[in-house]
T-cell receptor
Framework: EPEVTQTPSHQVTQMGQEVILRCVPISNHLYFYWYRQILGQKVEFLVS????????KSEIFDDQFSVERPDGSNFTLKIRSTKLEDSAMYFCASMRDSGNTIYFGEGSWLTVV | GENVEQHPSTLSVQEGDSAVIKCTYSDSASNYFPWYKQELGKRPQLIID?????GEKKDQRIAVTLNKTAKHFSLHITETQPEDSAVYFCAATSVGGSQGNLIFGKGTKLSVKP
């Protein structure tokens, strides 16, 4: 069964550093998302991406965050200058088209020290 | 925007008993309500979902009910097994509107004691 894949699985970074989290959505999917989950808390929506542009973003997704689909397969989340509170599990997700199931990747655990 | 409340936050049952988790939502435009199971350190896994044109859906030991008027939906697990132990999240979104912008509840930690 096709899966959403994410790299790295775990990254430790120093406060203030830039981080890029990578995702390969399922190949025939058109909608892409990033969510995050702070340890022990609920999953929170960050951003949705469709037709090569952001379709919606949450309050969490401020100017420090950006997303890109640099080629036909990758979908990346960049955090420009990490803060301690950015430490969380970041999940990429994708959906084939409107009304279908959303599939989550295994997550990238980011630790900011 | 949408707000999803989930209760209880923890639930402990004996193996074989039933478990019920309840969620309420605020946005009447929401029309898609999935339930996810998350084991420690793993991704959320969809276990069942329901759309607003249906009042109930069942898949083996798992069922979900939806009351659109009251804006609440519930997950029912019958004949619980130890492997059902996990955190369960409900979510809501508006298909066709904020597509895929799932708003999650805070989760219910289910413990099934053998």
């Amino acid at each position: 069964e096709p899966e959403v894949t994410q790299t790295p699985s775990h990254q430790v970074t120093q406060m203030g550093q830039e981080v890029i989290l990578r995702c390969v959505p399922i190949s025939n999917h058109l909608y892409f998302y990033w969510y995050r989950q702070i340890l022990g808390q609920k999953v929170e929506f960050l951003v949705s991406f469709y037709n090569n542009e952001i379709s919606e973003k949450s309050e969490i997704f401020d100017d420090q965050f950006s997303v890109e689909r640099p080629d036909g397969s990758n979908f990346t989340l960049k955090i420009r200058s990490t803060k301690l509170e950015d430490s969380a599990m970041y999940f990429c997700a994708s959906m084939r088209d409107s009304g279908n199931t959303i599939y989550f990747g295994e997550g990238s655990w980011l630790t900011v020290v | 925007g949408e707000n999803v409340e989930q209760h209880p936050s923890t639930l402990s049952v004996q193996e074989g008993d039933s478990a019920v988790i309840k969620c309420t939502y605020s946005d009447s435009a929401s029309n898609y309500f999935p339930w996810y199971k998350q084991e420690l350190g793993k991704r959320p896994q969809l276990i069942i979902d329901i759309r607003s044109n249906v009042g109930e859906k069942k898949d083996q030991r798992i069922a979900v009910t939806l009351n659109k008027t009251a804006k609440h939906f519930s997950l029912h697990i019958t004949e619980t097994q130890p492997e059902d132990s996990a955190v369960y999240f409900c979510a809501a979104t508006s298909v066709g509107g904020s597509q895929g912008n799932l708003i999650f509840g805070k989760g219910t930690k289910l413990s099934v004691k053998p």
